[in-house]
């Protein structure tokens, strides 16, 4: 029982629950996290999505078992190698988005009655049923993704780049405040980048890890990736500077404060292009993140200094 539940957990590729915190990005923004009602939901919001997104992953992983199992690294995944099979899957991914919407609805209340810890089901919160919406579009658009867009260079990242912005829309209506538009550009800008950093490594390894699972990738070369990957590169830092001078930023936290964590956004970009050009690192961008240290100081830093703005912005704006 316990080696089969380490199984299924497997299966739900928890490390990829990182690229969730982007649901936390309007909670941050929009200094949310003073207001109890907002924190409870937003942090509900992030745990449900963890389960929706690992929902996801098995759905895809269930689709693509035959040809992960000729993959060095994937066919050692659970279902891939058939320590799980497709009958325990499917029940497992539907008790997974059966678990989110529970969630969803009941975790609210219970972070704000102190209860979180045993969980009282008994009076559910209204959400917004905007977010409900957002999550069946991020399902839909992940399934058409699995079954057909993956195929189609270049709509394949941008499927993925989707994901990304579902998850900063789904954090704003749970709370119910409006994302700059700026911030939604520089979400896609961001997410196209790794999207693309990501075919890169793919690419290169192809020879070296005899990967030819991913059919996309014949339509890529690594040149074309290497422009579409400065591209998004200048593209990110426009659009994340322009957000920061914003005038829907300057009204929501009342300075231009944000400037500050403009360095640290910079190095964040170089650092990961050094990683992938000239560390030749080909691991998952979550994975990658979570283990380079200089990148995962450097992202805890951002986090300070976006807190530090938000709270103490009018201290810190030169300009007011």
């Known amino acids: 029982m316990y080696k089969k539940a380490r199984l299924l957990a497997g299966s739900m590729r928890l490390s990829h629950w990182v690229k969730n915190s982007f649901v936390l990005a309007p909670l941050l923004f929009s200094r949310g996290f003073y207001d109890p009602v907002q924190y409870s939901k937003a942090l509900a919001a992030v745990i449900s999505f963890c389960f929706f997104s690992s929902a996801v992953y098995i759905f895809n992983d269930l689709f693509d078992r035959k040809e992960d199992q000729k993959h060095p690294l994937k066919r050692d995944r659970p279902i891939a190698s058939g320590k799980i099979n497709t009958s325990e899957a499917l029940s497992f991914l539907l008790i997974l988005v059966l678990l989110g919407f529970i969630l969803a609805v009941y975790l609210p209340g219970a972070f704000l009655r102190g209860e979180w810890l045993y969980l009282s089901f008994a009076r559910p919160v209204d959400i917004p049923s905007r977010f409900l919406i957002v999550v069946l579009i991020y399902i839909g658009i992940n399934g058409l993704y699995t079954l057909w867009l993956k195929h ?14 579902l998850r900063i829309l789904a954090g704003s209506v749970m709370i119910s405040v409006e994302p700059s538009h700026w911030l939604i550009l520089c979400t896609i800008m961001i997410s196209l980048f790794l999207g693309f950093s990501k075919r890169r490594t793919e690419l290169v390894s192809i020879e070296q890890a005899g990967d030819t699972t991913r059919k ?13 990957i400065a591209m998004v590169t200048a593209a990110t830092f426009i659009c994340y500077a322009l957000y920061t001078v914003d005038d829907h930023t300057l009204k929501v936290l009342g300075s231009r404060a944000m400037l500050i964590t403009v360095p640290s956004v910079i190095y964040g970009l170089f650092r990961y292009i050094y990683l992938i050009y000239h560390k030749k690192a080909a691991a998952d961008p979550a994975t990658l993140v979570c283990r380079d240290v200089p990148t995962l100081i450097n992202l805890i830093l951002w986090v300070v200094l976006c807190y530090v703005a938000v709270s103490y912005g009018n201290r810190l704006d030169p300009f007011q």
């Open 216 to 228: 996309v990738l014949q339509y890529y070369s690594v040149r074309f990736l290497d422009q579409a």
């Open 152 to 165: 189609i260079a270049i709509l394949d990242v941008m499927i993925i780049s989707t994901g990304f912005v």
